[in-house]
């Protein structure tokens, strides 16, 4: 179950995706194009977003924006938007324009940020989001 709220603080959806069988079922898909896809839409236009998963242990923040297996997530899912876009903009554009993408996988575990693409960076006490690897 994801549910989602905008900046009033008011719940505007929820999605569900217990039983494959129910017509209400949620799929990676739909989650993406529910909230994935205006994140990424908005960091086109240079606004800086971040994109929260937050819950109980079990409660499906992984599978939502990591995924298992072939049911990939939202960050996956994000990433081949923003290579396909870029080898769209290559070929239609007058070749002015030129991107650069940096990427950074954090947790915040126990209220403590830790940087999982070098895990020796870490220090007891957590890291300040600055020094994360990119
Ligand atoms: N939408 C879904 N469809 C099918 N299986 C799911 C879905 N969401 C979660 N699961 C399954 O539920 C289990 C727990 O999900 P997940 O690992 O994403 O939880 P989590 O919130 O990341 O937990 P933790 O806080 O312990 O890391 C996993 O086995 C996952 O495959
Ligand atoms: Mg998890």
Redesign the pocket.
Known sequence: M?IASNSENCFSLSSW??N?EDPHF?T?QD?FNDLGQSCLDNAWKGYNVSLF?Y????????????G?GE?IGIVPMMCKEIFRRIEEQDKTGDGSVTFRVDASMIEIYNEQVRDLFNPSNNKPGGLEVCLITK
């Not at 819950?55 to 990591?66: E, N």
């Open positions: 994801i995706s217990h494959k949620a990676q989650v998963a819950g109980q242990t079990g409660s499906g923040k992984s599978y939502s924006m990591v298992y049911d």
